[in-house]
C-alpha cells in the first residue's frame, strides 16, 4: 500500500512523519504570504497537495489536530476531524479555527495539522423495527457513572 501524493504548487511540501512510530504525517501550509487567523475566527489554509491511496479503497484520510497547536494555542481543525475520502482528487484545505485568545499568523511551511489513515467498513444497512436488548439500553451521557 502507498500514498500517492501530487504537488498542485511546486512550493507544496510533502507530508513526512516525524518519527518511524508516528501516526501522523504533518500536513502544512502553502502560502505566498503569511496569514493572520483572528481569535475566534476560522480560515482554510492551501497544503497544495492531492492524495491517493494505492492499494486499498477501505480507508480514508483523516485531518486531525497538531497536539501542541491545538493544547497551546488553541488552532484545531473546525470540523475537529478532516475527512478526505477515497475517491477526492482535489487539494487537502484544512480549515484551521483559533480558539484561542491571541490572533495566529500561518506562514508558508508551518505544520498545520496531521494526516492518519484509517481503514473503513461500508456494512449495508438494514432498517429493523427493534433491535437487541443490552443492560445499558438507550442510557445516554453520565448513564454509567
Known amino acids: 500500500m502507498k500514498l500517492l501524493i501530487k504537488k498542485l504548487r511546486e512550493n507544496a511540501e510533502v507530508p513526512k512523519r516525524q518519527t518511524p512510530y508516528s501516526a501522523g504525517y504533518d500536513l502544512c501550509a502553502c502560502l505566498d504570504q503569511p496569514l493572520v487567523i483572528r481569535s475566534g475566527e476560522v ?19 483523516l485531518i486531525y489536530a497538531r497536539s501542541s497547536l ?15 475520502d477515497w475517491d477526492y482528487r ?22 498545520i495539522a496531521q494526516l492518519v489513515i484509517t481503514p473503513v467498513l461500508t456494512p449495508e444497512v438494514e432498517l429493523r423495527g427493534e433491535l437487541s436488548d443490552t ?11
Open 43 to 61: 480560515a482554510k489554509i492551501p497544503t497544495g497537495i492531492s492524495a491517493e491511496m494505492e492499494g486499498s479503497r477501505d480507508v480514508v484520510l
Open 135 to 145: 443492560i445499558r439500553g438507550a442510557g445516554g451521557f453520565g448513564s454509567t457513572g
Open 70 to 84: 491545538a493544547t497551546k494555542l488553541g488552532i484545531a481543525p473546525a470540523n475537529c476531524v478532516g475527512v478526505v
Open 90 to 111: 482535489g487539494e487537502i484545505i484544512v480549515a484551521l479555527k483559533n480558539s484561542g485568545s491571541a490572533d495566529f499568523t500561518v506562514s508558508h511551511g508551518d505544520r
